[in-house]
Each structure stands twice: as structure tokens, then as C-alpha cells.
């Protein structure tokens, strides 16, 4: 018996790629009006109906980066003309520059956070994963479905006994206890994702490394992971998106040292209330380093979701 598969008509191609850019433009929508929102001023950001044409601005930047206090008239005049772009937006809101703000140091702290968590998580699921697909392990079902089992729980149900032992630990607003916590909720979804990839390697490729003098470790140093690193590429990128964005555990077990960007971002408070501008340019900025690292491993994921479609 004989199938045969015709093309799709030119008719189903217009109406698929149609469906296709409605879909992105749906999505990216939001994301265009943060940006734009970020180049606002306050009273255009609040505007209604809302201003799609507007004269833009760095307010909201500078509002962001810096800490502001109203200052008289008599002030400006003994302080002299601004000397910088940037004091010139803030003298225009009758207010002076008083220091930075705390953005940089919560945005670094992200940074430390997410990638520290998603390198940790890829060496631990990594070695779990590949010991789970070429070992036989004892009740290997039972745990792997334990570890899945890990992520069905949110984030309420443990907070407050993981509050209590990182109290007792000392690791409360630490960025070690963050690095340790964002790795153990990840390792699930990397252990299962990974594993996945691996099975799909031959293992006669690492008999052959074996026969030919490799250790087990060199057979999986110089075997495995190479062919692996696609999968390891695509798992990262979901395990940083997590640490990147979760907010419940950042509120609850930090709040000054270790407080990264999500909980910090809804603060921003401006002169009349809150400061949309400054929001929107914090989450903005917030978006670059995910962005990078996904637009720099976009080949790997693209091939890592879909690796066993026709490998054999």
C-alpha cells in the first residue's frame, strides 16, 4: 500500500501565512507598547484615549536610573544651567538629581541570579540526565516521575517553609540562596528535557569511543555532549526564562542585597504616583540580556525542538 502526499495549495498558503503574521503582530503588540510607553512622558503615558503619536522623550530613563527631590526656584537659579542632558530632563520637572537609583544594582543581581542558576542547573541536569539514560537505575521510574513531580506544586504551597529554612540557614537575601532554590525548581525541567535529547543519541557511539580506549568519562566529555548540545542549548534557554521572570520566591526571600528586577520594577514610584514611563523603560531593559541569549542560541533551539523528528 502507497500514500502519497500532496502539496497544500497556493489558496491554504496564503490563508496559513496570514494566520501566521496575525498571530505575531497579536503577540508583539504589547511588547511595541511597553517600548513605546518607556519614550512617554508621564502625562502622554496616562493619556486617554492613549497616544500612539507623541513627542518622545528620556524621562522615563532618566527617572529610572536616578533618585529625584523637589527643589524651590531660588534652588535651580543658585545651582546655575544644567550641565548634562539628562540634569536639563530633571531640571525641567523642577528637581534636582540627588543619586542613582537602586535599578542597576537589581538588574545585576538578575543577572547574577538567572545565569548562575541556569549554569548550575545544566551541569547537575546534564550528569542526572545522562545517568538516567544509559544507567539502570533503581525505581527509575518512580524517581524521575518524583522529580516531575516537583514542579506541579506553586510556588505558595513551599514558600513559607522554604522562608523558615533559609531563615535558619542564613540564606535569606543571598544570592546564593537564590542561585540554590532557581536550580532546584529548574532541575526537574532540565532532567526531563535533557533526557529526552540524550535518549535519542546512539549509544553505539560511545561503545565505539569505549572499545577504541575512552573512559567513561571521556566517552561522554567528547561523545555525548557535543551531539547533545543542542538539547542543552534549548534547555537553558527555558531555565533562564524562569529564573529571569519569577517573582513570587524574589518577594518573599529578598528584599534588599539579593532583590532582583521583578520585584524592584513595580516600585517605581514617580511625583504624582506611579511613574509608567520609568516602568516600562525598566522592563524594557529588562528584556535585552534574554533577548540576547536567545537571538545568540536561536540555531541550537531551532534545532534542539526538532531533534528526534528524524534522527534514528
Not at 60 to 75: I, K, P
Not at 180 to 189: E, F, I, K, Q, R
Not at 217 to 235: C, D, E, H, N, R
Request: glycine content about 6%; overall charge positive; proline content about 6%.
Amino acid at each position: 500500500m502507497s500514500f502519497s502526499v500532496t502539496a497544500p495549495s497556493s489558496r491554504t498558503k496564503w490563508f496559513a501565512g496570514i494566520l501566521v503574521v496575525g498571530y505575531a503582530i497579536i503577540t508583539i503588540l504589547p511588547l511595541l507598547w511597553i517600548i513605546a510607553t518607556g519614550f512617554k512622558s508621564p502625562s502622554d503615558a496616562i493619556a486617554y484615549p492613549p497616544k500612539i503619536v507623541f513627542e518622545p522623550t528620556l524621562e522615563g530613563y532618566v527617572n529610572l536610573f536616578t533618585t529625584r527631590s523637589r527643589a524651590t526656584e531660588e534652588t535651580l537659579e543658585a545651582m546655575g544651567p544644567p550641565t548634562t542632558w539628562y540634569d536639563r530632563i530633571v531640571r525641567d520637572q523642577n528637581m534636582i538629581i540627588s543619586g542613582p537609583s537602586r535599578y542597576g544594582e537589581r538588574f545585576v543581581n538578575s543577572v547574577i541570579i538567572g545565569f548562575g542558576s541556569t549554569f548550575l542547573c545544566m551541569i547537575l541536569g546534564t550528569a542526572a540526565a545522562y545517568a538516567f539514560s544509559r544507567f539502570k537505575v533503581p525505581l527509575k521510574d518512580d524517581l524521575l516521575f518524583f522529580i516531575l513531580s516537583t514542579r506541579m506544586m506553586p510556588p505558595i504551597a513551599v514558600a513559607i517553609p522554604i522562608f523558615l529554612m533559609f531563615r535558619n540557614l542564613g540564606l535569606n537575601d543571598t544570592h546564593l540562596g537564590m542561585i540554590l532554590l532557581y536550580t532546584a525548581v529548574n532541575l526537574s525541567l532540565s532532567v526531563w528535557l535533557l533526557k529526552g535529547f540524550i535518549d535519542e543519541i546512539p549509544v553505539e557511539y560511545e561503545e565505539a569511543a569505549l572499545i577504541d580506549g575512552y573512559t567513561r568519562f571521556q566517552a561522554f566529555y567528547k561523545v555525548v555532549l557535543p551531539q547533545a548540545a543542542t538539547g542543552i542549548a534549548s534547555t537553558a534557554i527555558f531555565c533562564l526564562i524562569f529564573a529571569w521572570n519569577e517573582y513570587a520566591f524574589a518577594v518573599l526571600l529578598t528584599s534588599g542585597n539579593a532583590q532582583t528586577a521583578p520585584p524592584f520594577i513595580p516600585t517605581i514610584i514617580g511625583v504624582s504616583g506611579k511613574d509608567w514611563p520609568a516602568v516600562a523603560a525598566g522592563a524594557t531593559i529588562f528584556l535585552v540580556p534574554v533577548m540576547v541569549f536567545t537571538i545568540l542560541l536561536r540555531k541550537h533551539l531551532l534545532r534542539g525542538i526538532t531533534f528526534g523528528a528524524v534522527r534514528k
